[in-house]
């Protein structure tokens, strides 16, 4: 995801509440703009299933790193 979506390195978890899917969570960058995903891989490619703008407190633990 780092790369194809943000401009740099994100910050990256596994997302344990307990989706069917093993899902993973992302806080980065893009065009200025500090986001949070949500993704997957299926079939070998990466999903991502959600995006919006980060929170506050995502924001402070992205530049935490």
């Known amino acids: 995801l780092d790369g194809a979506v ?10 344990t509440r ?7 969570q992302a806080i980065g960058e ?3 703009v500090t986001l949070f995903v949500v993704f997957t891989v299926r079939n ?3 999903r991502i299933l ?5 929170t506050a407190d995502e924001v402070r633990i992205y530049h935490e790193r």
């Open 6 to 15: 943000f401009a740099g390195e994100g910050v990256r978890r596994r997302d």
């Open 30 to 32: 893009a065009s200025g």
């Open 18 to 24: 307990g989706h069917r899917e093993i899902r993973f």
């Open 44 to 46: 070998g490619r990466c």
């Open 50 to 54: 959600s995006a919006r703008r980060a």
